[in-house]
Protein backbone atom coordinates (compact mmCIF):
# COMPACT_ATOMS: atom_id res chain seq x y z
CA UNK A 1 0.00 0.00 0.00
CA UNK A 2 3.06 2.56 1.09
CA UNK A 3 4.42 1.96 -2.44
CA UNK A 4 0.80 2.07 -4.48
CA UNK A 5 0.33 5.71 -3.01
CA UNK A 6 3.72 6.95 -3.40
CA UNK A 7 3.72 6.11 -7.03
CA UNK A 8 0.14 7.51 -6.99
CA UNK A 9 2.36 10.95 -5.45
CA UNK A 10 4.42 10.83 -8.52
CA UNK A 11 1.79 10.62 -11.23
CA UNK A 12 -0.35 13.04 -9.39
CA UNK A 13 2.33 16.19 -8.07
CA UNK A 14 3.25 19.38 -10.14
CA UNK A 15 6.44 19.58 -12.15
CA UNK A 16 9.11 20.92 -9.62
CA UNK A 17 7.86 19.23 -7.14
CA UNK A 18 9.86 16.76 -4.82
CA UNK A 19 9.54 13.30 -5.91
CA UNK A 20 9.45 10.23 -3.53
CA UNK A 21 12.16 8.36 -4.30
CA UNK A 22 11.59 5.23 -1.68
CA UNK A 23 8.50 5.67 1.08
CA UNK A 24 9.42 4.72 5.19
CA UNK A 25 8.69 1.71 7.46
CA UNK A 26 4.80 1.65 7.69
CA UNK A 27 3.12 2.17 11.08
CA UNK A 28 0.66 -0.84 10.97
CA UNK A 29 1.34 -3.58 13.09
CA UNK A 30 0.95 -6.68 12.58
CA UNK A 31 -1.84 -7.38 14.30
CA UNK A 32 -3.53 -4.72 12.26
CA UNK A 33 -2.48 -6.32 9.23
CA UNK A 34 -4.12 -9.82 10.70
CA UNK A 35 -7.43 -7.64 10.82
CA UNK A 36 -7.39 -5.80 7.80
CA UNK A 37 -6.82 -9.58 5.71
CA UNK A 38 -9.54 -11.12 7.63
CA UNK A 39 -11.47 -8.05 7.29
CA UNK A 40 -11.13 -8.52 3.45
CA UNK A 41 -11.74 -12.29 3.43
CA UNK A 42 -14.78 -11.56 5.28
CA UNK A 43 -16.05 -9.13 2.98
CA UNK A 44 -15.26 -11.83 -0.06
CA UNK A 45 -17.05 -14.30 2.32
CA UNK A 46 -19.80 -12.66 2.78
CA UNK A 47 -20.49 -11.07 -0.72
CA UNK A 48 -20.47 -14.93 -2.20
CA UNK A 49 -23.26 -15.59 0.40
CA UNK A 50 -25.24 -12.93 -0.79
CA UNK A 51 -25.09 -13.32 -4.49
CA UNK A 52 -24.60 -17.24 -5.06
CA UNK A 53 -26.21 -18.46 -1.65
CA UNK A 54 -27.54 -21.37 -3.41
CA UNK A 55 -24.12 -23.24 -4.91
CA UNK A 56 -23.16 -23.44 -0.96
CA UNK A 57 -26.82 -24.89 -0.29
CA UNK A 58 -26.70 -27.28 -2.59
CA UNK A 59 -22.52 -28.14 -2.18
CA UNK A 60 -23.47 -28.82 1.60
CA UNK A 61 -26.83 -30.80 1.46
CA UNK A 62 -28.82 -27.46 2.78
CA UNK A 63 -30.99 -26.51 -0.06
CA UNK A 64 -34.00 -24.36 1.05
CA UNK A 65 -31.61 -22.42 3.73
CA UNK A 66 -30.92 -19.53 1.04
CA UNK A 67 -32.05 -17.02 3.17
CA UNK A 68 -30.03 -18.16 6.11
CA UNK A 69 -26.94 -18.13 3.64
CA UNK A 70 -28.18 -14.18 2.78
CA UNK A 71 -28.25 -12.85 6.59
CA UNK A 72 -25.41 -14.98 7.35
CA UNK A 73 -23.42 -13.39 4.32
CA UNK A 74 -24.86 -9.60 5.56
CA UNK A 75 -23.40 -10.43 8.86
CA UNK A 76 -19.90 -11.37 7.30
CA UNK A 77 -19.57 -8.15 5.36
CA UNK A 78 -20.75 -6.21 8.86
CA UNK A 79 -17.74 -8.22 10.40
CA UNK A 80 -15.21 -7.23 7.57
CA UNK A 81 -16.07 -3.37 7.72
CA UNK A 82 -15.65 -3.17 11.27
CA UNK A 83 -12.39 -5.29 10.77
CA UNK A 84 -11.13 -2.58 8.33
CA UNK A 85 -12.26 0.54 10.47
CA UNK A 86 -10.30 1.68 13.75
CA UNK A 87 -12.52 -0.59 15.81
CA UNK A 88 -10.62 -3.46 14.07
CA UNK A 89 -10.76 -5.69 17.54
CA UNK A 90 -14.73 -5.29 17.49
CA UNK A 91 -14.63 -6.75 14.22
CA UNK A 92 -12.39 -9.64 14.81
CA UNK A 93 -14.48 -10.50 18.14
CA UNK A 94 -17.30 -10.37 15.83
CA UNK A 95 -15.99 -12.94 13.17
CA UNK A 96 -15.07 -14.99 16.44
CA UNK A 97 -19.00 -14.66 17.50
CA UNK A 98 -20.03 -15.76 13.85
CA UNK A 99 -17.84 -18.63 13.30
CA UNK A 100 -19.69 -20.34 16.37
CA UNK A 101 -22.90 -19.47 14.80
CA UNK A 102 -21.27 -21.00 11.54
CA UNK A 103 -20.61 -24.55 13.15
CA UNK A 104 -23.59 -24.70 14.86
CA UNK A 105 -25.27 -24.83 11.66
CA UNK A 106 -23.20 -26.57 10.16
CA UNK A 107 -23.47 -28.96 12.65
CA UNK A 108 -27.15 -29.41 11.91
CA UNK A 109 -26.39 -30.70 8.92
CA UNK A 110 -23.75 -33.06 9.62
CA UNK A 111 -26.08 -35.75 9.75
CA UNK A 112 -26.08 -39.64 7.93
CA UNK A 113 -28.90 -39.04 5.97
CA UNK A 114 -27.23 -36.04 4.40
CA UNK A 115 -25.31 -37.10 1.01
CA UNK A 116 -23.50 -33.87 1.19
CA UNK A 117 -22.40 -35.12 4.82
CA UNK A 118 -18.72 -35.04 3.37
CA UNK A 119 -18.36 -31.72 2.10
CA UNK A 120 -19.92 -30.78 5.97
CA UNK A 121 -17.43 -31.84 7.20
CA UNK A 122 -14.92 -30.23 5.60
CA UNK A 123 -16.66 -27.28 5.77
CA UNK A 124 -16.91 -27.35 9.44
CA UNK A 125 -13.13 -27.67 9.89
CA UNK A 126 -12.23 -25.12 7.97
CA UNK A 127 -14.43 -22.22 9.70
CA UNK A 128 -13.08 -24.34 13.40
CA UNK A 129 -9.33 -23.07 11.58
CA UNK A 130 -10.83 -19.90 10.68
CA UNK A 131 -12.32 -19.23 13.89
CA UNK A 132 -8.60 -19.82 15.63
CA UNK A 133 -7.09 -17.28 13.48
CA UNK A 134 -10.00 -14.77 14.46
CA UNK A 135 -9.75 -15.55 17.70
CA UNK A 136 -5.88 -14.83 17.86
CA UNK A 137 -6.44 -11.77 16.24
CA UNK A 138 -8.81 -10.41 18.46
CA UNK A 139 -6.17 -11.21 21.55
CA UNK A 140 -3.43 -9.51 19.45
CA UNK A 141 -5.35 -6.14 18.77
CA UNK A 142 -7.00 -5.76 22.44
CA UNK A 143 -3.21 -6.36 23.71
CA UNK A 144 -1.91 -3.95 21.45
CA UNK A 145 -4.65 -1.25 21.99
CA UNK A 146 -4.92 -2.00 25.64
CA UNK A 147 -4.28 1.06 27.93
CA UNK A 148 -0.80 0.10 29.50
CA UNK A 149 -0.63 1.02 33.55
CA UNK A 150 -2.93 2.98 35.34
CA UNK A 151 -4.77 5.87 34.39
CA UNK A 152 -2.89 9.40 35.82
CA UNK A 153 -5.49 11.77 37.00
CA UNK A 154 -3.76 15.36 36.40
CA UNK A 155 -7.17 17.25 37.71
CA UNK A 156 -5.57 18.69 40.68
CA UNK A 157 -2.97 20.08 38.27
CA UNK A 158 -2.72 23.92 37.51
CA UNK A 159 -0.14 24.24 35.20
CA UNK A 160 2.05 26.65 37.32
CA UNK A 161 4.84 24.62 39.17
CA UNK A 162 4.46 27.16 41.94
CA UNK A 163 1.05 27.42 42.45
CA UNK A 164 -1.76 30.71 40.53
CA UNK A 165 -0.55 32.98 43.28
CA UNK A 166 2.75 32.67 43.30
CA UNK A 167 2.53 33.33 39.35
CA UNK A 168 0.25 35.93 40.03
CA UNK A 169 2.67 37.97 42.13
CA UNK A 170 5.25 37.60 39.34
CA UNK A 171 3.33 39.14 37.28
CA UNK A 172 2.71 42.13 39.34
CA UNK A 173 5.97 42.99 40.85
CA UNK A 174 7.59 45.95 39.31
CA UNK A 175 9.39 45.71 36.22
CA UNK A 176 6.55 42.48 35.03
CA UNK A 177 6.27 42.11 32.58
CA UNK A 178 9.45 42.53 30.39
CA UNK A 179 10.33 45.61 28.30
CA UNK A 180 10.01 44.01 25.40
CA UNK A 181 6.46 42.77 25.80
CA UNK A 182 5.13 46.15 27.51
CA UNK A 183 2.70 48.04 25.55
CA UNK A 184 4.62 51.38 24.03
CA UNK A 185 3.87 54.57 25.78
CA UNK A 186 1.82 56.54 23.05
CA UNK A 187 -0.42 53.18 22.62
CA UNK A 188 -1.25 53.06 26.25
CA UNK A 189 -1.69 56.70 25.98
CA UNK A 190 -4.48 56.66 23.35
CA UNK A 191 -5.90 53.24 25.14
CA UNK A 192 -9.64 53.84 26.56
CA UNK A 193 -10.34 56.06 29.29
CA UNK A 194 -11.56 53.48 32.23
CA UNK A 195 -11.03 55.82 34.97
CA UNK A 196 -10.20 59.40 36.34
CA UNK A 197 -7.99 57.76 38.60
CA UNK A 198 -5.41 56.13 35.50
CA UNK A 199 -2.93 57.76 34.03
CA UNK A 200 -4.30 58.03 30.50
CA UNK A 201 -7.34 59.88 31.95
CA UNK A 202 -5.04 62.42 33.17
CA UNK A 203 -3.07 63.22 30.26
CA UNK A 204 -6.27 63.19 28.17
CA UNK A 205 -7.97 65.77 30.38
CA UNK A 206 -5.17 68.01 30.29
CA UNK A 207 -5.13 67.50 26.46
CA UNK A 208 -8.64 68.23 26.23
CA UNK A 209 -8.41 71.47 28.30
CA UNK A 210 -8.32 74.63 26.15
CA UNK A 211 -5.48 76.82 25.76
CA UNK A 212 -5.09 79.89 28.20
Known amino acids: MPFMLSKMSDIARSPGDPKVIESGPSSI ?15 GLGLTELVA ?3 LT ?35 WSRVGGDILDLATLAS ?32 IRGLH ?5 VRDYSDRSGFPKGVGYSRGKAAAPGS ?8 PAVANSSPVESEASPAASELKKALQPAG
Open 109 to 140: AYSDDNPKKGNVAVAMAAVAGIALADLAAGQS
Open 29 to 43: KPADRLARALGWVSI
Open 177 to 184: PPPNIQTP
Open 53 to 55: PGV
Open 58 to 92: RALGMEGKEGLVRAYGAREIASGVLCLSVNNDYGA
Open 146 to 150: ARKGP
